[in-house]
């Protein structure tokens, strides 16, 4: 996770300025933006991880596989439950709003139990599972197609990615699953990216790739440029109002739809397309220099949430990470309810754990 921090709001700045976009920004803009990134760098790169667990493994393993069927199941019956034509994410129909389409977003968690089955198990590993996974691959893939979420589609890519190269092959074996991971990754990148906005060229669709894997850079020059610091994002009252929406309480109206128009992002007409912040320029924007604070905060509950999750079930922390930084280059409040989700999933799973009585365990 610590890796990943780095990459989308520190190397994203080098990549963006000197390869995507090498006219775009003057060097007194990069290196502000580098001085803005550099305080949670330094934080990132001295801060110890957790002690070392004692059950790695993970109290629910062994109910992967059950979990997984629950979960394709329930997603089965979404899919009949709903009209397939709004399947698809248009502007007219919102992803949030509609339960059913969010309930067949649990392909992500899905994909998830299927890597633990498969990969926590030697036996599976040897024999079988290998089929399921690709069923599973495949159906997730699938859903993200209809979707167009390129997100949905590259994150299971990834966890099977990790789950794969952690498996101690040997150095050779591990850089062609690299190679090969990259090319799948790129692949399915470049078709969702299609499906968007077809016909284009080669070069578009790499910097379109960079671009969308290192957007956070893109957004701190961008900052860093105008170096207007006027907008104010109501990180504090939105994060509430999206703890509340995780749970139905109450509804969530984000202001990445205003941020984008106040920085010339998307045109001031436009009131439907969001543009996310990213931690960074979000805490700067709403703290001024005490911006390292929250990401501070953000860091360490983070880094209690994987210690909680490797103690319920083999390898989540790989899944939480992911999914915690993928929130960290979206908007604050939108991290704040996934934190919050996922915590008390957590601290649930921890309590049956507790009252399960010990022999049958």
Not at 15 to 41: C, G, M, N, Q, Y
Not at 63 to 72: D, R
């Amino acid at each position: 996770m610590k890796l990943g921090f780095i990459s989308l709001f520190f190397i994203s700045i080098f990549v963006i300025h000197l390869a995507v976009r090498p006219d775009e920004f003057a060097s007194s803009a990069f290196w502000s933006s580098i001085a803005l990134t550099l305080p949670a760098l330094i934080y990132v790169l001295i801060r110890s991880p957790l002690g070392a667990d004692q059950r790695p493994r993970g109290f629910y393993t062994n109910l992967s596989l059950p979990i997984a069927v629950l979960i394709f199941c329930l997603i089965s019956f979404a899919v009949f439950s709903i009209d397939f034509n709004s399947f698809r994410i248009v502007r007219s129909v919102s992803r949030e709003e509609d339960l059913f389409i969010r309930i067949i977003n649990l392909h992500l968690v899905l994909f998830f139990f299927v890597c633990v089955y498969r990969y926590s198990n030697k036996w599976v590993y040897k024999n079988k599972g290998g089929l399921l996974l690709v069923l599973s691959l495949v159906l997730s893939l699938g859903i993200a197609y209809f979707e167009g979420r390129r997100t949905a589609a590259v994150i299971p890519i990834i966890l099977i990615a990790v789950f794969s190269l952690t498996q101690g092959a040997a150095i050779s074996r591990s850089l062609y699953r690299i190679l090969f991971f990259c090319s799948a990754f790129v692949i399915v990148f470049a078709v969702i990216t299609l499906i968007r906005s077809p016909d284009l060229s080669i070069e578009f669709i790499v910097r379109a790739i960079l671009s969308r894997l290192f957007n956070p850079g893109y957004i701190i020059l961008e900052l860093m440029t105008q170096q207007d610091y006027q907008f104010s994002p109501d990180t504090i009252s939105n994060s509430v109002q999206r703890i509340g929406y995780v749970f139905g309480i109450s509804g969530y109206e984000g202001s990445t739809n205003e941020f984008g128009r106040y920085y010339g992002f998307i045109s001031s007409s436009n009131f439907f397309v969001g543009i996310n912040p990213g931690i960074v320029v979000e805490s700067f924007l709403s703290f001024g220099w005490f911006y390292l604070i929250p990401i501070i905060i953000f860091f360490e509950l983070s880094f209690a949430i994987l210690h909680l999750y490797r103690k319920l079930l083999f390898g989540s922390d790989i899944f939480i990470a992911i999914l915690v930084l993928h929130g960290m280059q979206m908007e604050i409040p939108y991290l704040v309810g996934l934190l919050f989700k996922i915590t008390l999933l957590g601290l649930l799973l921890r309590l049956v754990e507790i009252y399960i009585p010990s022999r049958v365990r």
